[in-house]
């Protein structure tokens, strides 16, 4: 059974930073596909960063230059930090996975990850 647990979510002031978390249990975060979404209230969920199992990465551009995704394969845990948090950067964050025998790579397009965490909230304020 495939588990992925967010943690690292919080409240903080624009400008500071966080790392997200995802640990994975009954899937292997290397050499597979994953990604990171957010859902502000009201908002439609978004994909912020993938990656592939070449250890490739894609971004939204709202988290162009501010966020980077990566990976601890001893901890089979993978990572999202965001630094330079903005207001409009409140939302739940997601960690999702595609099944294991299948990758649309670097795809950050909620509809082809199969597995998703429960979600840790940021919350930005000034």
């Known amino acids: 059974q495939v588990q992925l647990v967010e943690s690292g979510g919080g409240s903080v002031q624009s400008g500071g930073s966080l790392r997200l978390s995802c640990a994975a249990t009954?899937?292997?975060?290397?050499?597979?596909?994953m990604g990171w979404f957010r859902q502000a209230p009201g908002k439609e969920r978004e994909g912020v960063a993938a990656?592939?199992?070449?250890?490739?990465?894609s971004y939204a551009t709202s988290a162009k230059d501010r966020f980077t995704v990566s990976l601890d394969n001893s901890k089979n845990t993978l990572y999202l930090q965001i630094s330079s948090l903005k207001l409009e950067d409140t939302a739940m964050y997601y960690c999702?996975?595609?099944?294991?025998?299948?990758?649309?790579?670097?795809?950050?397009?909620?509809?082809?990850?199969?597995?998703w965490g429960q979600g840790t909230q940021i919350t930005v304020s000034s």
């Open positions: 999702a996975a595609q099944r294991a025998d299948r990758c649309v790579s670097l795809s950050r397009l909620a509809s082809v990850y199969h597995y």
């Open positions: 009954g899937y292997t975060v290397s050499g597979n596909c």
């Open positions: 990656i592939d199992r070449r250890g490739s990465t």
